[in-house]
Nanobody
Framework: QVQLVESGGGLVQPGGSLRLSCAASGSIVLINDMGWYRQAPGKERELVATVHSGGSTNYADSVKGRFTISRDNAKNTVSLQMNSLKPDDTAVYYC???????????????WGQGTQVTVSS
């Protein structure tokens, strides 16, 4: 079994900051990419940011310069520091990992259950 557990969502005023964290646990051999996606009401799930095990990062244009993703390979954790939050950032944020589990022959995508981020005054 593999689990991704998120924490850190909540309600924040525009211009404020939040930090999301996610820990992957279970029978994990290796993790390629880890990151965050989000889904707002009535919209499709979209990429926010990802980080490869080697450290390279990828950000959605809408969050560049405001969000920072970081990762601890030893602890299988990924975090997202979100600054200068806007109402448009309101969404359920999902942790993501592309990993190889013991006993599997290929990597697969795993998802957390999601954490709500609401930006409102």
């Amino acid at each position: 079994q593999v689990q991704l557990v998120e924490s850190g969502g909540g309600l924040v005023q525009p211009g404020g900051s939040l930090r999301l964290s996610c820990a992957a646990s279970g029978s994990i051999v290796l993790i390629n990419d880890m990151g965050w996606y989000r889904q707002a009401p009535g919209k499709e799930r979209e990429l926010v940011a990802t980080v490869h095990s080697g450290g390279s990062t990828n950000y959605a244009d809408s969050v560049k310069g405001r969000f920072t993703i970081s990762r601890d390979n030893a602890k299988n954790t990924v975090s997202l520091q979100m600054n200068s939050l806007k109402p448009d950032d309101t969404a359920v944020y999902y942790c993501y990992a592309n990993l190889l589990r013991f006993g599997d022959l290929r990597v697969r995508d795993y998802w957390g259950q999601g954490t709500q981020v609401t930006v409102s005054s």
